[in-house]
């Protein structure tokens, strides 16, 4: 381990600037890349591969490696978060209590989520690390809501801004997680994501763990009232997990009548099903569920 003082002398030897220099800092440079850790005792020590990794997909070159490449670091990276929190899914799926300040992913409501955000003291917009890594959908990457910035990386921005961009999030189809943590002073960690089911590494790890429910967690579930729908189709086309599915039948006077079918048993409790529903034919309504920080958050 190093101090910040070690390192910017031990580079600046190696040059002919003065080691005086005050302007530079690479210290602070290499920690904003996540390319060094700073310790307890404030010193800095190297980082692993995963935290340079994070940085530079979001603010880097990621995009001009050969597409094969990436697949094969996707992969790597894949199976260090499946390794990171296998013990946290087996805890939950026995039943085990959690810790708070480890951060799980829960779905969120869309007005759960504004709620949220007024909760937290800072919010940083982030690129979505998930989306930039995978680029399986052509949603937007600037969808990360943060609540800590500890490397100074992101922009930071007022609560009402990161409501709207949750808000077009959800119109644009993306479910809203919350993963937190809660510190022992009662500070909230953590962020927003607004999460598409094709490139989210949570919603990888759940197919992989078999955690369909529990990463994230579920803590609602749709109801479907079918005296209000017309049969429209926007809640088969939004739902991320085929809950929500429509047929077409062939009928002499409605050759193109369609028919909603749900199925409960689909059903995470996303609900990006009942804000796209013009018809208010969808509501959510809770279930009972592992302990939830969110629950806990915003009683």
Not at 9 to 16: D, L, M
Not at 79 to 87: G, L, M, T, V, W
Not at 249 to 273: M, W, Y
Request: charge should be positive; hydrophobic fraction near 35%; charged fraction near 25%.
């Amino acid at each position: 381990p190093l101090t910040r003082k070690e390192i910017n002398r031990a580079f600046q030897s190696g040059k002919k600037s003065d080691p005086s220099d005050v302007d530079f800092d690479l210290a602070e440079r290499a920690y904003r890349k996540g390319m060094i850790n700073m310790r307890d005792d404030g010193r800095f020590e190297p980082a692993d591969f995963h935290a340079r990794f994070d940085k530079w997909v979001m603010f880097e070159g990621w995009k001009d490696i050969p597409d094969e490449i990436r697949s094969q670091l996707n992969a790597w990276e894949m199976a260090a978060y499946e390794r990171q929190h296998a013990d946290q899914i087996s805890a939950l799926k026995k039943g085990q209590p959690r810790e708070q300040s480890c951060i799980y992913p829960e779905y969120i409501l869309l007005q759960e989520a504004e709620a949220l955000c007024d909760h937290a003291m800072h919010i940083y917009l982030m690129p979505c690390n998930c989306r930039s890594m995978m680029q399986k959908c052509a949603q937007s990457v600037y969808t990360c809501l943060r609540f800590e910035n500890d490397r100074g990386v992101g922009w930071e921005i007022s609560k009402s801004r990161a409501k709207e961009i949750v808000r077009t999030a959800n119109k644009n189809g993306l479910m809203q997680s919350g993963e937190v943590g809660i510190a022992a002073d009662g500070a909230i960690s953590g962020g927003i994501c607004n999460c598409c089911a094709d490139c989210c590494y949570p919603h990888q790890l759940a197919e992989h763990r078999n955690a369909q429910k529990l990463w994230p967690l579920s803590r609602n579930i749709a109801r479907y009232l079918k005296d209000r729908c017309i049969a429209c189709g926007r809640c088969a086309q939004r739902c991320p997990f085929q809950a929500f599915t429509f047929t077409k039948r062939n009928q002499a006077a409605k050759p193109q009548s369609k028919t909603i079918h749900f199925n409960e048993n689909l059903c995470r409790g996303c609900g990006v099903c009942s804000t796209g529903c013009p018809e208010q034919a969808i509501e959510m309504i809770g279930i009972e569920c592992p302990p939830s920080l969110i629950n806990e958050i915003l009683r």
